[in-house]
């Protein structure tokens, strides 16, 4: 046994040794992730003017176009998907954190896990070949099923880990109290949770809003307003995606103003959702 | 947590609705294992000719000739396996870090708006992610390579020229893509640890650091874990922007300084100009592969933690 | 006090989109085609201006490249097709329907290089295909040396850069290269994407254009438009007729002037290293692929596009770095299109 002094005075070097290193990362990940927003930011605020939001495109070599189409349909897409995707994913996670200690829980983590790690270009091809190929057509539906299959996952994978953290203490006060348990899980646990769920939700919902290649073979992308859920769709990833790889310097110039204004679309979306949420409570950390 | 008074005047068995909550939860998960052998399923039947003509040494050949129609899969396995622990390797100590920074230390403002920044950094599309790739990384990274070469190029992991694009600059950029995953997941975990367990144990005269080894780590660990499995499925399966940076040379190296090529990305790259059905239905078992691998790489995890799990009990 | 479920907000979410959908406008008749990339920027500029003259007219053209322009056209996906690979006779053969393949304009793949200190250089199909080979390492090599004389050539290893993903630009260069290079024919073939012996592959004309401007002694091929809007230096190719010749849109089309006497009657033909002495060899058609009995009124509203595009939007086509199509062959095009029902 150390005399406790030395003991306590290594303790502490390791402490402040480790806190340094986190802070290390900190500011490495950090200063990267603000370098990238920073880099877009400098790209894209100077063209993002009104025009830019509330036009249709113009023929190359004519400047004032603008990308409102992709706006509603990136809205669109995005919702739709979230409409889709986010039940499933809560709801299979809600099967999992309270009833998924057995087989069915055992394979539908694992499929989630797998489906995951499919390449996004797959699930597009996928929806191609059960959407698009069934309906002869293009089309904005099409897009949101690619969408919705990418979130599922996401989100059934983070809501589950959240839903686990709520106390086993809290379902035992209001099961004590004659509760079913299905009404504590629908108006305790899943509110407890709620927070963490938004928070995976978005960023399934983020992560899907930047998505282009399961869009190029199921949304299609067009330069008009969209006309229904059965034809094809704008989308602000195709847009960025094509003006990107364009040889012209104004389209350049667009599809930085336009990955710019996807950060923002997701800035405001989810700030939406925070406001829409109740204020927080004690002991879920905030 | 509060009772809301609701939640009292509701009480009462209902024995018979909660078995109906707990199936239609169940259908829902459900859906996921029908998603994936919906997927599996399309991806087999659109590869058959390619596993018709080529069989299994499909998995382990090296050629790669859509003139010749011979194709195999293995440099394509070669680049996403090693460019997906590259990116692991670095996302998953750096997030790690930056969790407990942001969750342990930081004030709650600055944590916030950390990690919101952070999530905003999922959102930018991965063409974007890719442009930036090739205008700030590779440059850093061409700079970086000869001297690499010189100091560490007795290891045969940074032998040749450099390009600047290749495995390295693809795990990089990969470990950016993937470290909003592992930090922001990470730390809203370590955030719901119980205050009663730090305090118990910072009562018990530990210093902060032991608090996050002793109490917060084991808390958090199936929680981190779940945050790293998506954070390696989003790496096996990033195509964009690791086809702009990663060379796309269909050739197996040890070295990281070399060009590759991975799965997902020559999927994006020939699929949509795949002229005859040999070659797309290869393709298509590339994607297979793919799915296989997955399946494959979390069974080992799944062993892991398990172990680990068993050790630490 | 939470109550509320978080999927409370999902109500509000379809609120809002269905407020974001009351701005989707009246019924116009769509058309909606795919495929090849390379035309997509003078195609939508015709589709964009098209509309000015016929507002009830709608086209949606999105590239996914040109094979997959085949396919969904052929999958009757969509109304149109297009193209920069004339579609092989099996894959007619495989279609249900007759399929007519439509110049619309022309386009020149130039090889472009970074060599600090030298903005000229000339190249002939050979040493271009040795070079792609492998076969020629170093840019002091004889071979090159010899083509150009009195130029300063570094002793720098070449880096050859190419198209990673499939692609009708890959298509016409090793389409020439098997045209004047045995060794080539036997080695890679011919194809939207080969088995490259050397080299790096970077996505797309913009990919490659950024690899090769930032990479020293790097060689690589993009379409002409790419190599001007980057300001890269690009190679003077020697012609059939032994001339040494630069890309540009003139070149390309006197390429397509001396094939045009030879020109089948459904316009599916390779126009790489051309008679002619103003012939730039490395030139492509591009065409649009449409069937010629269309469902309901849709054969008359691309015919009504085609006329115009023959006629109004040829002369567009300068601007944007396309060559536009010899006066012979517009004639020729301008009687098929009149097939068209």
């Known amino acids: 046994m150390t005399p406790p002094d030395a003991g306590l005075a290594r303790r502490r070097r390791t402490n402040a040794v480790m806190f340094g290193l986190a802070a290390v990362c900190t500011a490495v990940a950090l200063s990267v992730l603000f370098v990238l927003l920073a880099y877009i930011t400098w790209k894209g605020v100077s063209s993002l003017t009104w025009a830019f939001l509330s036009r249709l495109p113009r023929p190359v070599g004519e400047p004032g176009g603008g990308i409102a189409h992709a706006i509603v349909g990136t809205v669109k897409l995005v919702g739709l998907a979230a409409v889709l995707g986010v039940p499933v994913g809560v709801l299979g996670a809600t099967y999992l954190s309270e009833y998924g200690s057995n087989r069915f829980g055992f394979a539908i983590r694992y499929c989630a896990d797998v489906l995951n790690g499919i390449p996004s270009i797959v699930t597009g091809i996928f929806a191609f070949t059960v959407v698009v190929l069934p309906l002869k057509h293009f089309s904005a539906l099409a897009g949101s099923v690619a969408l919705a299959v990418i979130m599922i996952p996401l989100v059934l994978r983070s809501s589950e880990e959240f839903l686990r953290l709520v106390p086993v203490s809290v379902r035992e006060a209001a099961l004590a109290l004659g509760v079913p348990r299905w009404k504590v899980i629908a108006r305790v646990v899943l509110p407890t949770a709620s927070r963490g769920i938004m928070t995976g939700s978005l960023l399934a919902v983020s992560r899907v809003a930047g998505e282009t290649a ?73 | 947590m509060r009772m809301s008074p609701s939640v009292l005047a509701l009480a009462g068995p209902r024995w018979g609705a909660d078995d109906a909550f707990r199936r239609m939860t169940l259908a829902f998960g459900l859906v996921i294992v029908g998603l994936a052998v919906a997927m599996g399923g399309t991806m087999a039947v659109n590869s058959r000719l390619a596993w018709r003509a080529f069989g299994l040494p499909f998995i382990w050949t090296s050629t790669w000739d859509p003139v010749a129609e011979v194709f195999g899969a293995w ?201 005859s059905d040999l070659y797309v239905h290869s393709l298509v078992a590339i994607g297979l592969v793919l799915f296989g691998i997955t399946i494959v790489v979390n069974a080992i995890a799944r062993l892991m933690i398990h172990r680990a799990t068993v050790r630490a009990s | 006090m939470t109550t509320r479920k978080t999927l409370r907000s999902f109500p509000a979410l379809a609120l809002a989109m269905a407020v974001a959908a009351g701005g989707t406008a009246m019924a116009a008749t769509t058309l909606v085609g795919t495929g090849a990339s390379f035309p997509y920027p003078i195609y939508s500029k015709w589709f964009d201006e098209y509309q000015k003259v016929r507002p009830d007219v709608r086209i949606n053209y999105q590239s996914i490249g040109s094979g997959g322009g085949i396919r969904q056209i052929t999958a009757r996906t969509v109304d149109f097709g297009a193209s920069d690979g004339p579609m092989t006779s099996a894959q007619l053969f495989a279609v249900d329907g007759k399929i007519l393949h439509l110049p619309t304009v022309l386009g020149a793949v130039v090889v472009v290089f970074n060599l600090p200190g030298v903005d000229t250089l000339n190249l002939d199909g050979p040493t271009l295909a040795d070079i792609f080979l492998g076969k020629i390492r170093g840019w002091n090599d ?93 190679a003077a190719i020697r012609n059939l007729a032994g001339k040494f010749v630069k890309a540009n849109t003139a070149a390309v089309t006197a390429a397509a002037a ?58 567009m086509a300068g601007g944007l770095g396309y060559a536009p199509l010899p006066d012979s062959v517009n004639g020729m095009v301008a009687k098929a299109v009149e097939t068209i029902r």
């Open chain 2, 75 to 275: 440099p394509f396995i070669w680049g996403t396996l090693v460019s997906s622990a590259l990116a692991l390797s670095v996302a998953v100590p750096l997030g790690l870090g930056t969790a407990v920074f942001l969750a342990e230390v930081a004030p709650r403002r600055l944590s916030d708006a950390a990690s919101f920044a952070i999530e905003l950094l999922a959102a930018i599309p991965t063409v974007i992610m890719g442009l930036m790739g090739i205008f700030i990384l590779v440059p850093l990274v061409r700079w970086a390579e000869p001297w690499l070469a010189r100091t560490l190029g007795f290891l045969p992991f940074f032998r040749g020229a450099p390009y600047g694009v290749g495995m390295l600059t693809a795990g990089l950029l990969l470990a950016f893509i993937i470290l909003p995953y592992i930090v922001s997941i990470t730390r809203e975990i370590m955030l719901t640890v119980p205050r009663s367990l730090r305090e118990a144990a910072l009562g018990l005269g530990a210093t902060k650091w032991e608090v996050v080894r002793l109490v917060v780590f084991p808390y958090a660990r199936s929680g981190v874990t779940g945050a790293v499995f998506l954070a390696l499925g989003r790496a096996l399966g990033e195509t964009m922007a690791v086809t702009m940076v990663i060379g796309n040379t269909p050739k197996v190296s040890l070295s990281l300084l070399e060009p590759g090529y991975s799965m997902a990305a020559v999927l994006a790259n020939e699929f949509a100009e795949a002229s």
């Open chain 3, 258 to 315: 001396g094939t045009a006497s030879s020109m089948p009657g459904d316009f599916r033909v390779s126009i790489t290293n051309a008679a002619g002495d103003d012939a730039y060899p490395i030139s492509t058609y591009t065409w649009l692929l449409v069937y010629q009995a269309n469902p309901g009124n849709k054969g008359e509203i691309l015919k009504g596009f085609l006329r115009w595009m023959l006629k109004d939007g040829q002369g």
């Open chain 1, 214 to 286: 399961p869009l190029v073979f199921t949304a299609f992308g067009a330069r008009h307003w969209d006309q229904g859920w059965l034809q094809p769709i704008a989308a602000l990833p195709l847009v960025i995606y094509s003006y990107a790889i364009s040889p012209y310097e104004d389209w350049h110039r667009q599809a930085w103003a336009a990955a710019f204004l996807l950060l923002i679309v997701v800035l405001a979306g989810n700030l939406a959702a925070r406001a829409l949420m109740q204020p927080r409570q004690e002991g879920t950390g905030s």
């Open chain 3, 142 to 234: 004889a071979a090159i040396a010899a083509l150009n004389p009195g130029v300063a050539l570094p002793a720098n290893p070449i880096t050859v850069v190419h198209r990673s993903d499939g692609s009708g630009t890959t298509f016409c260069l090793v389409d020439y290269l098997s045209k004047v290079s045995p060794a080539w024919l036997r080695t890679a073939g011919k194809g939207t994407a080969v088995n490259w012996p050397v080299g790096l592959g970077g996505k797309g004309n913009e990919g490659v254009a950024g690899l090769v401007k930032q990479t020293p002694y790097a060689i690589g091929y993009v379409e002409l438009i790419y190599a001007d809007q980057n300001h890269l230096s690009y």
